[in-house]
């Protein structure tokens, strides 16, 4: 049911509120959902907030249950998601709320975890509460896309980033690259990356810019940063092999010629760079190794090869373009993409344009695939 029905529309406010909460903990929750309470006492007074801040710390009905005290008996908890039913790192969510004297629990979005999956509300209502569900379903939905993907997939939301020329460019012929946008795009990079549990480049990418991928200190512990290579024709000095920062994973074609590498190899052993072989080495091998390590949200900063494959393969779900007023021409100039095979006008990617904006005399466009791969 609609969360304009007559019967919710009082429980909205209250849902944007606990929907704010859950947003502090942006790309810090991770393999966990963001999640966010507010408790009412039985007068609909506010009387307890809370939000999961990060895995393995309390969950978000439990801070505000805390905050509440006894004034929770009685009252109704608004929440973004199902309260748990299942033992994990901490106790069950739905049997804290029934200790706590709650009448009513007002729920945005079911949780699509097997071991929850309308279990947390069947508990509740087994035990005499009130359940109301789909209050802003759909926003709570969007903003849990990335956890929701991985789960029913076993994949992490992709999202492709790219910056570019008015001409679409996103290099000089000579492939001077540094730097098509200006300072604020950066600085918002910088907080795309910090809400990404993982940034994903090319050897090509590491070879031509040789970067850092870190959010600059906005995200603790930062991103993992992933190097996907076939040839491992990779520069044995790179920011990417110091792990002081960030950690590092290379994932390389088990069928790679190691000969000639063993100075590189033994660089990685010495800092500490984690080494994975596939036998094929695409983005779509990638991703359930990312997701099992509890990435839900993925940036892919790669260059037109890489990144054409990615969005083949159905590893990218939303795109971010930062697009520069500057020309930069040249017929042999590098573009964002690489040739996705397409013959025809009827065959091309569909998105669904969700913003854009200025970062400061540069425009980003964010953008949602209508479909989750291409053929």
């Given at each position: 049911?609609?969360?304009?029905?007559?019967?919710?529309?009082?429980?909205?406010?209250?849902?944007q509120?606990?929907?704010?909460?859950?947003?502090?903990?942006?790309?810090?929750?991770?393999?966990?959902?963001?999640?966010?309470?507010?408790?009412?006492?039985?007068?609909?007074?506010?009387?307890?907030?809370?939000?999961h801040?990060?895995?393995?710390?309390?969950?978000?009905?439990v801070?505000?249950?805390?905050?509440?005290?006894?004034?929770?008996?009685?009252?109704?908890?608004?929440v973004?998601?199902?309260?748990?039913?299942?033992?994990?790192?901490?106790?069950?969510?739905?049997?804290?709320?029934?200790?706590?004297?709650?009448?009513?629990?007002?729920?945005?979005?079911?949780?699509?975890?097997?071991?929850?999956?309308?279990?947390?509300?069947?508990?509740?209502?087994?035990?005499?509460?009130?359940?109301?569900?789909?209050?802003?379903?759909?926003?709570?939905?969007?903003?849990n896309?990335?956890?929701?993907?991985?789960?029913?997939?076993?994949?992490?939301?992709?999202?492709?980033?790219?910056?570019?020329?008015?001409?679409?460019?996103?290099?000089?012929?000579?492939?001077?690259?540094?730097?098509?946008?200006?300072?604020?795009?950066?600085?918002?990079?910088?907080?795309?990356?910090?809400?990404?549990?993982?940034?994903?480049?090319?050897?090509?990418?590491?070879?031509?810019?040789?970067?850092?991928?870190?959010?600059?200190?906005?995200?603790?512990?930062?991103?993992?940063?992933?190097?996907?290579?076939?040839?491992?024709?990779?520069?044995?000095?790179?920011?990417?092999?110091?792990?002081?920062?960030?950690?590092?994973?290379?994932?390389?074609?088990?069928?790679?010629?190691?000969?000639?590498?063993e100075?590189?190899?033994?660089?990685?052993?010495?800092?500490?760079?984690?080494?994975?072989?596939?036998?094929?080495?695409?983005p779509?091998?990638?991703?359930?190794?990312?997701?099992?390590?509890?990435?839900?949200?993925?940036?892919?900063?790669?260059?037109?090869?890489?990144?054409?494959?990615?969005?083949?393969?159905?590893?990218?779900?939303?795109?971010?373009?930062?697009?520069?007023?500057?020309?930069?021409?040249?017929?042999?100039?590098?573009?964002?993409?690489?040739?996705?095979g397409?013959?025809?006008?009827?065959?091309?990617?569909?998105?669904a344009?969700?913003?854009?904006?200025?970062?400061?005399?540069?425009?980003?466009?964010?953008?949602?695939?209508?479909?989750?791969?291409?053929?």
């Amino acid at each position: 049911m609609a969360a304009t029905d007559p019967s919710k529309q009082r429980w909205i406010p209250w849902m944007q509120r606990a929907l704010q909460l859950a947003g502090l903990a942006a790309g810090r929750t991770s393999p966990n959902p963001l999640v966010g309470a507010v408790v009412l006492a039985a007068d609909g007074q506010l009387v307890g907030e809370g939000f999961h801040a990060r895995a393995g710390e309390p969950h978000a009905e439990v801070g505000a249950l805390a905050q509440a005290g006894d004034a929770a008996r009685g009252g109704t908890i608004v929440v973004t998601l199902e309260p748990c039913c299942h033992h994990g790192r901490t106790p069950p969510c739905a049997e804290a709320v029934i200790a706590a004297g709650i009448t009513r629990v007002v729920v945005a979005l079911s949780d699509p975890d097997p071991r929850v999956a309308g279990g947390g509300l069947q508990r509740l209502r087994d035990a005499g509460l009130e359940v109301i569900t789909g209050v802003l379903e759909e926003e709570a939905a969007h903003q849990n896309r990335a956890f929701v993907h991985r789960v029913q997939t076993g994949r992490p939301w992709g999202v492709l980033k790219w910056a570019m020329s008015l001409d679409g460019r996103t290099a000089l012929p000579n492939g001077a690259s540094q730097w098509i946008s200006g300072s604020a795009a950066r600085s918002w990079v910088h907080r795309l990356r910090a809400g990404c549990d993982a940034v994903i480049v090319g050897g090509g990418t590491l070879r031509a810019d040789n970067p850092l991928l870190t959010s600059r200190g906005q995200r603790q512990p930062e991103p993992l940063r992933v190097v996907l290579s076939r040839s491992l024709d990779l520069p044995e000095q790179a920011q990417l092999w110091d792990q002081s920062e960030a950690s590092t994973l290379v994932a390389h074609q088990a069928s790679s010629d190691w000969a000639g590498r063993e100075r590189l190899r033994a660089a990685w052993a010495q800092a500490g760079v984690a080494v994975q072989s596939f036998e094929r080495c695409d983005p779509l091998a990638l991703l359930p190794l990312l997701a099992a390590r509890g990435c839900n949200r993925v940036l892919w900063e790669c260059g037109p090869s890489l990144a054409a494959a990615a969005l083949q393969q159905g590893c990218v779900q939303e795109l971010a373009v930062v697009i520069a007023p500057k020309l930069m021409g040249g017929e042999l100039a590098r573009t964002p993409l690489g040739d996705l095979g397409l013959t025809a006008m009827d065959q091309v990617v569909p998105l669904a344009l969700d913003s854009a904006q200025s970062l400061g005399d540069d425009l980003l466009l964010q953008a949602r695939l209508r479909c989750d791969s291409i053929d």
